[in-house]
């Protein structure tokens, strides 16, 4: 029961105490005689209605809390089979992937043919590598250490600039009244999450597109905010761009696995913290990735 449920409970009986005391006093007065069994009547039917409420909120919090558990355990459930189907996806791709690149490069090399189907390997490839990445970000022990999340977002731009250029980046981490503070977690995987969302942001715009890193600091959190005025995302696909193997409608002819955003929203959430998406077609796109502040 909350606290606020409780006192809302206890109520009556304080009325009915107040009720008490006036009947009381005015049993005092010659001209109000009313007597005592009344104000004692009072008394009593307020204890019985705040037993009664109380009796009730806590009925209800106990029931509140038994469906809090179902959820979590049938979240829970949901979050290791997924694990499990990217752990027998992996085992089955890994093998013939193999196998097909070893033939390919024994093969003779005249032939066009031959190019695109190695080109076509060396993206399942990666795509299996990239599963098995995600169902090890699942389950791996993370560190827990101060990481400067500036150094970080830098180091992402630098790299998202020498893939994909004419990009206009902006990095952004105010320093007044103070710095923004480093944030408690795993270094190498914030590097991949934030990476992730600069690449993006620069995959999915084109030359000439503004893209922004800005940081800010409330209740404990930093947000690192990426924000572009790329291509945008289609409101039907807004809702699934975090699940795994997503891809939406303007990103087929772009190289990619689908997996970008399920790896930011795993490591975010191995952290502790959130990431959230806003997008408009032909307008751009906003992810912030909310982070525990050292």
Known sequence: ?????????VLPLVAGAVLAVILLVADANPWLRIGVPISTLAL??????SAVLLLRGRRAGRERAAVDRAVAEAREAERQERRRFLARLDHELKNP?????????????????LDVAAKQAARVSALV???????DLETRPIERAAVDL???????VDAAEVAHGGRDFHVEFP???????PVRGDADLLVVAVYNLVANASKYSDPGARIEVRASEADGFVSLEVSDTGWGIAADDLAGVWDELARGQNARGVDGSGLGLAIVRVIAERHGGSAVIRSEPGVGTRVVLRLPAV
């Open 1 to 9: 029961m909350t606290a606020k449920r409780a006192v809302l409970a």
């Open 44 to 49: 009593g039917a307020g204890a019985i209605v």
């Open 97 to 113: 992937v193999t196998a097909i690149r070893t033939a390919l490069a024994a093969a003779p090399t005249d032939s066009p043919l």
């Open 129 to 135: 590598d990239d599963l098995a990445k995600l169902a």
């Open 150 to 156: 500036e150094s970080v977002a830098r180091d992402a």
């Open 175 to 181: 320093t007044v009244p103070w710095p923004v503070p």
